[in-house]
């Protein structure tokens, strides 16, 4: 019950945020209704995630005050315009394309995405747990946030956070992306065991541990 209050209430601040722009911790206590201390607790922790910046800005007479706003990675939180313009093209996509020519299409994105950021790193020969590790930095810079863990002679893959959610609710072929690039930089096929999609906390894929040549092959 705290941790959903706790949760609650930052999502209280972020939408205040969102709707007033820049706010003082006094400005969020009123409008969340409740003491500026517990406004300072939650902002500290919002912005140890990101979510949330500051600078101090002058105000009349007298000490700059301290604002805080939504950081781009904090509006994202929120679905917004461009969010909606991504769904009507996809849906006229969908429209006119066959279904598998749909597919084939987040499928080859995802394979020039994957192409494009092992072109900067050397993968040949690298075993499964740094090309693990590769596979997290790629998909963090495109919004995901995963774990891995080993459990026997297979690694599970978890999506902690993913920036697709939204969409796929409509469009689940978007789940092609992030499932070929763990597929092409890893070089062995990622099968997928759970999905938000179908209710469950978290995607995770599964892939086996094969030992990986000198060619990447």
């Not at 509006?75 to 769904?87: A, C, D």
């Not at 020039?112 to 997290?136: I, T, W």
């Not at 062995?188 to 978290?202: E, M, Q, R, T």
């Amino acid at each position: 019950m705290g941790d959903q209050g706790t949760k609650s209430t930052r999502e209280r601040v972020l939408y205040i945020l969102l709707k007033q722009n820049r706010c003082t911790i006094n400005d969020l206590a009123i409008a969340v209704d409740i003491n500026p201390i517990s406004v300072r607790h939650h902002i500290t922790k919002l912005e140890a995630k990101g979510l949330v910046d500051s600078e101090e800005e002058r105000h009349g007479v007298g000490r700059p005050r301290r604002v805080y706003f939504l950081t781009e990675e904090g509006r994202e939180k929120f679905p917004t315009r461009y969010m909606q313009l991504t769904t009507r093209l996809l849906q006229q996509i969908k429209v006119n394309m066959p279904e598998r020519m749909v597919d084939e299409l987040f499928s080859d994105m995802a394979k020039d995405l994957a192409q494009e950021y092992a072109h900067s790193a050397n993968l040949d020969g690298l075993p499964m747990e740094e090309r693990l590790d590769f596979v997290k930095d790629i998909l963090a810079r495109e919004g995901f946030d995963i774990e891995w863990e080993r459990e026997g002679d297979r690694y599970h893959i978890r999506e902690v956070s993913c920036p697709y959610f939204h969409i796929g609710q409509d469009h689940p072929e978007v789940c092609r992306v992030d499932q070929t690039i763990i597929s092409s930089v890893l070089n062995v096929p990622a099968k997928k065991i759970k999905c938000v999609l179908n209710g469950d906390s978290h995607c995770t894929y599964v892939v086996q541990d094969f030992p990986i040549s000198e060619n990447g092959k």
